[in-house]
């Protein structure tokens, strides 16, 4: 058999767990792991968040090495936990390079599991929630969870404009942080910050953040200056459609 | 007291399956890793309230959520990144995130670095509370095994 063929499963695991937010020593485990099931020696794997090197020896000697660069999208942990499920079967002897590279491409085309209406819902849920423990009553956690589901169906509506990403980032944390102000004017008894900081919370870099530590901690410093600039950055989108909601309002006089 | 800490259970357990969903996280596990994140969250809440500081209960919390996360994990053969993942979500510092944004463009540099360091204090805490969590259970199951 061509070992050449036996590269496509390897980096189409690699590329599956990376683009949907797996960790980088998850990759280069999986992809070692599946590699020396399949009977391959040397396999190495090296994987960085935008990017993954595999490589491995062939039965002539020849060392093959491909790079794969990876576009991150937006974190699907079923996706991760299917390919890891895959890789086992691999492992275990029950799957041959065929089978996985079938599963894998299933998974691939798989739908996504969690529809744009119930990621809506789930927003609002989160931002009522997170509104509660932030020190907000009933009608904060009410005001945060139509928040929420207004700013994710916004998201929706910019990813199908193909303006998905940092710009609804931005618009985003914009929404979230004008419709508290503009409803505290209407009705005092609103937390502004409670409500504001719950409907955010599904925006803010915090598990980036968190990320980047328990990867720095690790040992993976590349990954961990990688999750941090991230989170950096999108905390300083999320700060600066805040801090536009506050101005509009301000300069609006308050009574918007 | 009681009746808090109910309520900050069920806020937390919200706020988890409201990520767990946004996650993509396996349908099985939105509901067990919703309870180890609202019990996580809840412990460390109990342990603030009871006196002991916030970075020190924040440890105690996430590292807790990481321990019962990997033994759910393990029971039901999924990878422990869901579990990890969802119960530390709520240790999340958002407000004080948001405080320290909120300061910064009101020009209170000072307060708003003092937020800033709060807030990367709790995240530092999470993150070693996985940490520790995740060696604990190695250490238990490699000696149990063996």
Not at chain 2, 31 to 57: C, D, H, K, M
């Amino acid at each position: 058999m061509d070992q050449k063929k036996l590269m496509e499963p390897l980096k189409l695991a690699g590329k599956l767990i990376m683009e949907n937010g797996g960790e980088t020593y998850r990759v280069e485990e999986t992809v070692c792991r599946m590699g020396k099931a399949f009977g391959l020696r040397e396999v190495e794997s090296f994987a960085v968040p935008s990017g993954v090197f595999v490589s491995f020896q062939c039965e002539d000697g020849s060392i093959q090495t491909s790079v794969l660069r990876v576009h991150r999208g937006e974190t699907n942990l079923s996706c991760v936990n299917e390919v890891n499920e895959v890789s086992r079967e691999v492992e275990a002897g029950k799957l041959d390079w065929q089978g996985a590279w079938d599963a894998l491409k299933a998974i691939e085309q798989e739908a996504d599991p969690a529809p744009q209406g119930i990621r809506i819902l789930a927003s609002g849920i989160c931002a009522a929630g997170f509104a509660v423990m932030f020190g907000g009553g009933r009608l904060d956690a009410l005001l945060a969870a139509a928040a929420g589901m207004l700013v994710q169906a916004m998201n929706a509506l910019m990813e199908r404009q193909h303006l998905h990403g940092l710009s609804a980032l931005l618009f985003g944390s914009f929404l979230a942080t004008l419709i508290p102000h503009c409803a505290r004017s209407l009705y005092a008894g609103f937390l502004v910050e409670a409500v504001a900081a719950g409907a955010l919370m599904p925006m803010l870099p915090g598990l980036a953040m968190t990320n980047a530590v328990s990867d720095t901690l690790r040992g993976d410093m590349v990954s961990g200056m990688s999750h941090f600039s991230q989170a950096v950055l999108t905390a300083g989108l999320v700060a600066g459609g805040a801090l536009a909601a506050a101005t509009v309002f301000r300069m609006a006089g308050g009574i918007i | 007291m009681l009746r808090e800490l109910l309520i900050i259970f069920l806020s937390s357990f919200a706020g988890t399956l409201g990520f767990a969903v946004l996650l993509r996280a396996p349908r099985r596990t939105w509901i067990p890793a919703s309870l180890v994140g609202a019990l996580a969250f809840s412990v460390y809440w109990s342990l603030n309230a009871a006196g002991l500081s916030e970075v020190t209960s924040i440890f105690c919390g996430s590292m807790l959520g990481s321990l019962l996360g990997q033994l759910l994990a393990r029971g039901m053969k999924t990878i422990a990144t869901v579990f990890n993942t969802l119960a530390i979500v709520a240790f999340v510092p958002g407000l004080g995130l948001y405080r320290c944004m909120e300061l910064f463009a009101r020009g209170e540099m000072e307060a708003g670095a003092r937020a800033g360091i709060g807030a990367m204090m709790s995240i530092v805490m999470i993150a070693l509370g996985i940490g520790v969590g995740t060696f604990l259970f190695r250490a238990v199951f490699v000696r149990h095994r063996a």
